[in-house]
């Protein structure tokens, strides 16, 4: 479910309807024309979500721990924090810890939105810890393993899990996932995608076609 939806059920004492701070940062018709572009939202639905946005972020920076406590709502709690931890990776260029409204309305459409294979490109991108372009083992017991401990699993469930996924879809026995073996892999058997503990980002979709 968007944030959007949950937001609007929330009610006038919901999180997102605080009184504003004043801003120092306005949306301009630049970033609403780049995000008309880059996302599928029209204008009316980019305003209504920066409405929410300054109105829990006056300053018109969303700090890490925040988009953690807002993805925890919609994910399990150790899906939200590597989730997240690969949202900063990819959009928080300069490490400082923050994102811009831009960024965070692009991570959220890459996530809620599209189709399956859609989808699964951004679990690539966050499997692939050091953007190479492959998954190593290496990388997938240790994104799994931080989703085990997070939600109270063994870690040694992760290695046999990566396991299993790497027989499943590394069909040329290099040691390595590129994207097209995950993403047609996974298309292919949604049993691995289950194993992947990233299940509920795409049931929708996936019931869906």
């Given at each position: 479910?968007?944030?959007?939806?949950?937001?609007?059920?929330?009610?006038?004492?919901?999180?997102?309807?605080?009184?504003?701070?004043?801003?120092?940062?306005?949306?301009?018709?630049?970033?609403?024309?780049?995000?008309?572009?880059?996302?599928?939202?029209?204008?009316?639905?980019?305003?209504?979500?920066?409405?929410g946005f300054k109105q829990d972020c006056p300053d018109g920076i969303l700090h890490k721990d925040k988009i953690l406590?807002?993805?925890?709502?919609?994910?399990?709690?150790?899906?939200?924090?590597?989730?997240?931890?690969?949202?900063?990776?990819?959009?928080?260029?300069?490490?400082?810890?923050?994102i811009d409204f831009k960024e965070f309305l692009l991570a959220t459409d890459m996530t809620a939105s599209g189709s399956?294979?859609?989808?699964?490109?951004?679990?690539?991108?966050?499997?692939?810890?050091?953007?190479?372009?492959?998954?190593?083992?290496?990388?997938?017991?240790?994104?799994?393993?931080?989703?085990?401990?997070?939600?109270?699993?063994?870690?040694?469930?992760?290695?046999?899990?990566?396991?299993?996924?790497?027989?499943?879809?590394?069909?040329?026995?290099?040691?390595?996932l590129n994207q097209e073996e995950f993403i047609k892999g996974c298309l292919e058997d949604y049993d691995t995608v289950?194993?992947?503990?990233?299940?509920?980002?795409?049931?929708?979709?996936?019931?869906?076609?």
């Open positions: 479910m968007h944030w959007e939806q949950r937001r609007r059920r929330r009610g006038k004492g919901g999180k997102w309807r605080r009184k504003p701070a004043r801003s120092r940062q306005n949306l301009s018709q630049d970033d609403i024309d780049f995000l008309k572009q880059n996302t599928r939202y029209d204008e009316e639905e980019i305003r209504e979500w920066y409405r406590e807002l993805y925890s709502m919609i994910l399990p709690t150790g899906n939200a924090q590597v989730f997240v931890d690969q949202i900063f990776r990819i959009f928080d260029k300069d490490g400082n810890g923050t399956p294979e859609e989808k699964l490109r951004w679990a690539f991108k966050m499997y692939d810890k050091d953007s190479s372009g492959c998954i190593d083992f290496t990388e997938m017991v240790d994104i799994l393993g931080t989703i085990c401990d997070l939600e109270g699993a063994s870690k040694d469930i992760a290695r046999t899990r990566a396991e299993n996924i790497f027989a499943a879809l590394d069909v040329n026995n290099d040691g390595f289950s194993m992947l503990n990233c299940t509920d980002r795409f049931e929708e979709s996936e019931e869906e076609c």
